[in-house]
């Protein structure tokens, strides 16, 4: 799996995110997602690409589709706290 595609969907969706364009966002973090959890189901950023599409949903006013997400994240990276670069 090219890693780098993860980097650059990862970088794009925060950034749409953060420009609340949360309709562009939550398609392209839900893919980076899908391929982390895939080929890297325990790594923190595959918790923190959920956080992220988390906000995206949240700012569509889709609490309901974001809750989980909200969780899992913060949870699987809470338990990979030493592995999170500075």
Same mark, same amino acid.
């Given at each position: 799996m090219d890693r780098s595609k993860w980097?650059? @969907?990862a970088r794009v969706g925060t950034a749409l995110a953060g420009l609340?364009?949360?309709?562009a966002a939550g398609p392209i973090l839900r893919e980076c997602l899908a391929l982390? %959890?895939?080929?890297?189901? *325990?790594?923190?950023?595959?918790? *923190?690409? #959920?956080?992220? @599409?988390?906000?995206? @949903? @949240? #700012?569509?006013?889709w609490s309901a589709d974001a809750e989980p997400l909200l969780v899992a994240g913060c949870e699987g990276m809470k338990?990979? %706290?030493?592995t999170?670069?500075?």
């Open positions: 980097h650059r @969907l609340r364009k949360w309709s982390r %959890e895939n080929a890297a189901p *325990d790594v923190w950023s595959t918790f *923190d690409t #959920g956080a992220r @599409l988390c906000a995206a @949903l @949240l #700012g569509r006013k338990q990979r %706290e030493k999170i670069p500075p």
